[in-house]
């Protein structure tokens, strides 16, 4: 069936690295979503990428989907304190059904 | 507040037990989505009602059945409880034409 691998399904970094997670998918998506969820908290949706080769950026954050559209990512710039929690990818296949990726988990070392 | 209401937010109860949870979707969301993520895991797709029908379904148990009613609130009832079925089961509801899931808080079942 279909499937979004999400990788690392962990990052460590110091407050102010650099966040990056990566998600791919078996067969060419529709569109790709990206959700938040804070510890002890529910998913949040954060954006939506429909186009092939498509880039959007919210503040320090910019997702990209590939030309493929297989393929898409989140970096995080200059991660902070509110960026910790678990940001997940959620794929439309072909039956319009969402595939969701296993979830990258954003732990900022103290 | 999401607009999408889970009741009850935490549950506790023994093994062999039924119990079911509620939800109520977003005012004007037909679409009602049930998933259940266990501790530090991804989202399990469960089940998916439109409009008081069944659309779509995942890796449900036999032993967990759902419905939505009339009302377009929805139940997800959870039969025979296993200790492995301790987890968060969420509800998130989409309008008719909408791509984006608004997710409740959540409902934290443990069974001891």
């Known amino acids: 069936g279909q499937q979004v691998m999400q990788i690392p399904q962990y990052q460590h970094v110091q407050e102010g690295e650099d966040f990056t997670t990566y998600c791919n998918s078996s067969?060419?998506?529709?569109?790709i979503q990206w959700y938040k969820q804070r510890p002890g908290g529910h998913p949040v949706f954060l954006i939506q990428l429909v186009k092939s080769g498509e880039v959007k950026k919210q503040k320090r954050l910019t997702f990209q989907f590939g030309e493929a559209k297989k393929n898409s990512s989140l970096h995080i710039t200059a991660t902070q304190t509110t960026d910790v929690g678990t940001y997940f990818c959620?794929?439309?296949?072909?039956?319009?059904?969402?595939?969701w990726g296993a979830g990258t988990k954003l732990i900022i070392k103290p | 507040d999401s607009g999408v209401t889970q009741t009850p937010k935490h549950l506790i109860t023994a093994t062999g037990q039924r119990v079911t949870l509620r939800c109520s979707p977003r005012s004007g969301d037909l679409s009602v989505y049930w998933y259940q993520q266990s501790l530090d895991q991804g989202l399990q797709f469960l089940i998916q009602?439109?409009?008081?029908?069944?659309?779509a379904k995942g890796n449900i148990l036999e032993r967990f059945s759902a419905q939505q009613f009339p009302d377009l609130h929805s139940e997800l009832n959870l039969s025979s409880l296993e200790l492995g079925d301790s987890a968060l089961y969420f509800c998130a509801s989409t309008s008719s034409g909408a791509n984006v899931l608004t997710f409740g808080a959540g409902s934290r079942l443990t069974v001891l």
């Open positions: 009602y439109y409009n008081g029908e069944e659309r």
């Open positions: 067969t060419t998506l529709s569109n």
């Open positions: 959620a794929g439309r296949g072909s039956n319009y059904q969402l595939i």
